[in-house]
Structure formats: structure tokens, C-alpha cells
């Protein structure tokens, strides 16, 4: 029993020692709403604490061991019911939920971290986290990035993040790449486009209707602006059965990512068999079927699928037990950290954010 108490003091410690930061942001949490849909979160037992050289998310996964229950004092008569109280009465109290504020605050704070890091890539990816929050310093960075990277491709992820922390530089730079002299980089700049509702890359995009290589891509993209000329792509190569299986897929998730009801019976096929069951499972969450739920949840194990599945299930307001992200952030490497940090930032409840 000392050990036990001396254990609990240790811990109620940890927990008082959390980031004064947080505790600022969970205040402000109980003051203010979260615009749009908002994702119902579960959170079960868990402690976070911010401080130091990183940040450490202490869970309690497994519940305090009861006391042993003596039936020494129990009426023989007495009822399972009286039994069951007698046991309740005994177990110890349970220990207060961090709320979805104070999990938040430790996300933030885990990316600030990267944001001033050595590395430009773990800096770059921790910058367009903090974009979707408009956090201030992580337009900063992005910025002396953009000037800094070889890479076209990853210069485009860059100026989307940009965009997204509401810098309009960084749209103008993905319209500039329109014009760039790969196919490639001209689809991922209307692409990113796309995402954030502008459709500058729609001629660009047309234009590649035409090369078989490049068709799906671009028709997938056209589809999202609702493009009928991309969803009529998408169409005929999944009713094609003279296209390959994977050309049927790929055309089946652009549909469905664009909300078009004509593909569902297909993408459910796809998820059953478990083929292609990535995008299957995301274009079915844009077209809010709950089969996707449980694909969607065992992504959210995986680094690189991470994030797609954290917005794909926000979208359908999916209920999500934030313990495995949240023990992310401290037992994964840098990326996987990043990759947890983001997805409680798209799946707890926005509030007023910044350092």
C-alpha cells in the first residue's frame, strides 16, 4: 500500500509540473467553441507533462490495483448487488481525464520543438502542422525554407503550408509552378491548388486529360474542383473493363474522394477484399460511410498514414481514442512524433492556439 501511495504522489507530481502554457490553453478552452464540425474525442486515463528538453505524455493505461475485497463482514444473505457495491466502495477513485485543451497544448509544444530543430526536414513538416493553426512562427520558417530548398516538389509542400498559415506568398508560388516544365510538379501544384479550393490549375489540368500517363491524376484533381470533365474520366475508367484493376481503384477512390455516390458499392468491395484499402477507406469517409471507421483507426497506427486518417475521420466526426497518438509523441522517432502531434491538432477541438 506505501508503494502504491508513494507512486500516486509521484505521478499527481508529474502532472503538476505540466507546461503553465497548457494549463493557459485550457482555460480558454472552456470559453470558446470550435468552428464546424468537431470531432468527439475519448480520452481515457492519461497525464501530460511539458517541460525540459522535450515532452513526455505519461498514460495511465492500466487501472490502480484494488484493494482486496474481504467478505469477512458481508452478510451471508446479501445480495450479487450488495456484493458489488461492497467491491466499488473499495476500489480506489479514479484518476481526472486531461481534457482535449491540455492534450493539445502538449501537440503544439512537441511541434515548437521540431520548428526550431537542425533538421529542414522535421522543420518543414512541423511547419505545416502549425500552418493549420496559423501559428505565426511556423509561417516564419516555411518562408526561409521556400528560399533554401532544391527540391521542386517539396518546395510546393512548402508554399501550401504557407497558404494554409494564411501567407499569399505561398499560394502565388504554387501558381508559378503551374508553369514549370514537369508534368509532375505542374499536377502537384494544381493539386495543392485544389486543396485549398482554388481552381488556377484547372486549365493545366485539363490539358493532361489527354496523356494516358498522367489521365487518373489529373482527372482526380479536376474531379474535386467538380470538374465534369474530370468526373467523366473517372467514370468511364471504372466501368472500363478494359482498364487494369488498379486503374478500376484508383478511379473508384477519385470519385469517392469527390463525393460522388456512383462509385460507393465499389470502394466497399475494395475494403472488404482489402485491396488498395488505404485511399478506399478515405474516399468512403468523403462520402461519410462509417465502414470506414475501423480501416481509418488502424491507420492512425502508422506514421506515413497518419494524417490523412486523422482528417478523414474528423470529417465524418468519428469518435477516436487519442491514447496511441498521444503515447506517439514521446515512444516514436521525430517523424512519427510530428506525425502524432499533427493528427491531435485535426482531431481535438480548436481553440484559441498560438505560443
Not at 518543414?124 to 516538389?153: F, M, N, T, Y
Not at 487494369?244 to 469517392?256: C, D, I, T
Not at 486523422?310 to 496511441?324: F, G, I, K, Q, Y
Not at 506525425?339 to 477541438?349: C, G, H, R
Request: charged share 25%; glycine share 8%.
Amino acid at each position: 500500500a506505501s508503494t502504491q501511495a508513494s507512486s500516486g504522489k509521484k505521478r499527481a507530481a508529474a502532472v503538476a509540473t505540466a507546461d503553465q502554457g497548457g494549463e493557459r490553453m485550457l482555460k480558454k478552452a472552456t470559453s470558446k467553441s470550435s468552428s464546424g464540425r468537431r470531432t468527439k474525442v475519448l480520452f481515457a486515463s492519461a497525464a501530460i507533462m511539458l517541460g525540459g528538453m522535450g515532452l513526455a505524455v505519461i498514460q495511465a493505461v492500466s487501472p490502480a490495483t484494488p484493494s482486496t475485497a474481504t467478505a469477512s463482514h458481508v452478510d451471508a444473505r446479501a445480495t450479487e448487488q450488495d456484493v458489488a457495491k461492497e467491491a466499488s466502495a473499495s476500489e480506489p477513485a479514479a484518476k481526472p481525464v486531461p481534457s482535449a485543451a491540455l492534450l493539445r497544448a502538449a501537440a503544439i509544444k512537441e511541434l515548437e520543438i521540431h520548428l526550431q530543430g537542425n533538421d529542414s526536414r522535421f522543420e518543414r513538416l512541423a511547419g505545416i502542422a502549425l500552418a493549420r493553426i496559423q501559428h505565426p512562427e511556423a509561417v516564419k520558417h516555411l518562408s526561409a525554407l521556400l528560399g533554401k530548398e532544391d527540391s521542386e516538389l517539396s518546395r510546393i509542400d512548402i508554399a501550401y503550408g504557407m497558404a494554409l498559415g494564411g501567407d499569399p506568398a505561398g499560394k502565388e508560388h504554387l501558381v508559378a509552378e503551374l508553369k514549370s516544365s514537369r508534368r509532375d510538379v505542374r499536377i502537384d501544384a494544381a493539386r495543392r491548388l485544389a486543396q485549398l479550393g482554388d481552381d488556377a490549375g484547372r486549365n493545366t489540368l485539363v490539358q493532361m486529360l489527354g496523356i494516358r500517363s498522367h489521365r487518373l491524376g489529373a482527372a482526380t484533381v479536376l474531379a474535386l474542383l467538380g470538374d465534369e470533365q474530370g468526373l467523366e474520366a473517372l467514370r468511364t475508367a471504372l466501368t472500363d473493363e478494359s482498364e487494369s484493376a488498379e486503374n478500376r481503384m484508383r478511379a473508384a477512390v477519385g470519385l469517392g474522394r469527390a463525393k460522388d455516390d456512383s462509385a460507393r458499392a465499389f470502394l466497399l468491395e475494395i475494403l472488404n477484399e482489402g485491396r488498395y484499402v488505404v485511399d478506399a477507406a478515405g474516399a468512403l469517409a468523403a462520402l461519410g460511410d462509417k465502414a470506414a471507421v475501423p480501416a481509418l483507426e488502424r491507420q492512425l497506427e502508422l506514421t506515413a498514414m497518419r494524417v490523412e486518417a486523422a482528417e478523414s475521420l474528423h470529417s465524418m466526426a468519428a469518435e477516436v481514442d487519442l491514447r496511441p497518438i498521444a503515447a506517439s509523441m514521446t515512444n516514436a522517432n521525430e517523424e512519427g512524433r510530428i506525425a502524432a502531434a499533427e493528427a491531435i491538432l485535426i482531431l481535438t477541438p480548436a481553440q484559441a492556439d498560438g505560443p
